[in-house]
């Protein structure tokens, strides 16, 4: 065996490397890091081959005085932290003091700056563990860092790099990482001497800077979040549910502004979406918490991009308070900006003045007006043929869905607006609203039963039997009464009264099958949005039935007042719109 020793400085460096610098990316981030840390407003990112021939990083920071650019080199040290009180409430991106000096181990490094009132900048260079004397260099105030040939030294760990263009991808994403947190900066990003981002100053605006980065449709998909609460600021962009990605490659989340990765906040955030994202799809957001540094402990690995939260149940339900209240809270359909003034075309323009609006009684669109299916399934509308009330005198406030017109092939429901058409997925819609008065009568104990006058019986495998006499309870606190008539036949006795029009069967059978799969009463409140959905879904008006037009306007009304409305239970939207100026676009008109 041979004997213990220490390991040279340059080979100590080399496997902090290996941590720290897992690739050009992780050169990037780290350098950008410290340049914010300068203080510098604008920063500007050379890249040759992916980073991997050439990675420059210039800033306008604070610069590094002359007898201290050796000393940045050296492993730990930094004049981010000089106690364990200060690690304990760093706030500052970096503090270990190993990035430069991991850099400088797997490349040919030079380290030039200039502190502000200094009439002369110093460099100095570094290959293969030795660093150059400081030698006078013509620079402007801040520093510059070039690392060209990374890991010529260490070709096993150059070999596992992948091509050019994946690895320029992973120092893009790097550098959005890093620009996304502080808009207050300018940024630039050059590859093979092309640019390919330059970023002005947005610090007013920092909606802005994520929409350049990010692309507009996020930005008009974006639902804005600022919430406070017991020293804790959440704020920031997420997407509406219909903008949802098949990966996660829209996600940013920072604590404080360093960019993490966790899984207590990713957590929070898939319970805020659970109910409203469609199947596998991944939410997108760029999110900032803000607390005291106290609270949160960056140390837990060298990349700096995990952390662990002190408070962590309390700091889990603030996220998912913040954003469950953020995405409730609007109408809007996916994908459609906010609304601000915007041209039309001509002859749009002209006809807006004097377009009245629909008077229900007068539509001759030959629907069905029949009494009565909207009222019976949802209890909403006590006299279901009467007519809106309309003043002669003026046009009625127009409500943001509007005034139905019809119903198409019995699926969806149109409807014209102040902007234009409306379409809604009448299931999906009436879905949404069944649930969430479903969650709130639950919440509330409030669920309430309605006995049938008849018994609806159905055959039932043994499995079905057992499962209905096991959760009795917890199929009356969800206002069902399943009894056994027989050891192969099931009788519902009653049904919550919002659903006592729907498919009484399904919904029994989906209820046993679900109690099944999560257990009685004691998992009844962890797994009631799942069961509660269950029965909207079975509860809800389905495709194909004709509504009257009171029913439609009862449905709509509903919709506005109901939270999380722009998408049925299983995340797919409930309704879009159609503005005049789109329609006049398809119809060629005004060209």
């Not at 207050?184 to 002005?200: E, G, K, Q, S, Y």
């Not at 439609?552 to 239970?569: H, I, S, V, Y």
Request: charged content about 25%.
């Amino acid at each position: 065996m041979s004997a213990i020793r220490v390991l040279p400085d340059h080979l100590v460096n080399q496997i902090a490397a290996g941590e720290v610098v897992e690739r050009p990316a992780s050169a990037v981030k780290e350098l950008l890091e410290n340049s914010v840390d300068a203080g510098a407003t604008d920063i500007a990112v050379s890249l040759l081959q992916g980073g991997v021939k050439l990675l420059k990083i210039t800033d306008n920071g604070a610069g590094i005085a002359k007898d201290e650019l050796a000393l940045a080199l050296t492993r730990h040290a930094t004049s981010k932290i000089a106690s364990l009180e200060e690690l304990e409430r760093v706030a500052s991106l970096g503090f270990r003091g190993e990035a430069l000096a991991s850099v400088a181990s797997v490349s040919r490094l030079a380290l030039s700056s200039r502190r502000a009132g200094e009439g002369q900048g110093w460099r100095v260079e570094a290959e293969g563990g030795a660093v150059s004397p400081a030698e006078p260099a013509a620079h402007p105030q801040g520093t510059s860092v070039e690392a060209r040939d990374l890991y010529f030294n260490t070709p096993a760990r150059r070999k596992f790099l992948k091509t050019e263009a994946t690895e320029f991808a992973h120092c893009e994403e790097a550098f959005k990482r890093v620009a996304l947190s502080r808009p207050d900066i300018a940024f630039a990003l050059h590859h093979n001497d092309r640019p390919v981002w330059r970023l002005p100053r947005a610090a007013e605006k920092p909606e802005a800077r994520i929409a350049a980065l990010l692309g507009e449709d996020f930005a008009a998909a974006a639902v804005a979040v600022d919430e406070h609460a017991a020293g804790l600021r959440l704020w920031g962009l997420v997407a509406r549910p219909a903008y949802s990605r098949g990966a996660r490659d829209a996600q940013y989340f920072y604590v404080n502004g360093r960019f993490v990765r966790d899984k207590l906040l990713a957590h929070a955030i898939r319970e805020a979406y659970r109910d409203i994202l469609h199947l596998e799809r991944h939410p997108a957001f760029v999110l900032f918490l803000e607390m005291d540094p106290a609270g949160v402990d960056v140390n837990v690995h060298p990349t700096k991009i995990e952390v662990r939260f002190r408070e962590s149940q309390a700091i889990h339900r603030f996220v998912f308070h913040a954003l469950n209240k953020s995405l409730a809270r609007t109408l809007r359909p996916a994908g459609e900006a906010p609304a601000v003034a915007s041209p039309v075309s001509a002859p749009a323009m002209e006809r807006a003045p004097s377009q009245p609006y629909p008077r229900q009684e007068t539509m001759p669109l030959g629907v069905a007006q029949r009494s009565g299916l909207y009222q019976t399934l949802f209890g909403r509308l006590a006299k279901p043929d009467a007519e809106p009330a309309v003043a002669e005198e003026a046009e009625p406030e127009v409500p943001p869905l509007g005034f139905a017109l019809g119903q198409l092939h019995g699926i969806y429901i149109l409807a014209q607006n102040a902007e234009g058409l409306v379409v809604v997925d009448m299931h999906a819609a009436h879905e949404r609203v069944v649930y969430e008065q479903l969650k709130t009568a639950f919440d509330r104990r409030e669920l309430a039963s309605q006995p049938l006058l008849i018994p609806v019986s159905f055959p039932a495998d043994r499995l079905e039997v057992a499962a209905a006499e096991e959760h009795a309870d917890a199929l009356r606190q969800l206002g069902l009464e399943i009894a056994a008539l027989s050891p192969v036949t099931l009788a519902v006795r009653a049904v919550p009264a919002m659903l006592k029009d729907g498919d009484v069967v399904t919904l029994a059978r989906e209820m046993l099958k679900e109690l099944r799969t999560v257990g009685g009463s004691q998992l009844l409140e962890a797994k009631r949005n799942e069961l509660l959905a269950t029965m909207a879904c079975h509860g809800s008006v389905r495709a194909r039935r004709q509504l009257a037009l009171p029913e439609m306007n009862a449905l709509l009304r509903d919709m506005e007042a109901t939270e999380r409305a722009g998408q049925c239970n299983h995340g797919r939207p409930s309704w879009f719109r159609m503005s005049l100026e789109e329609l006049d676009r398809m119809f060629m008109r005004g060209q």
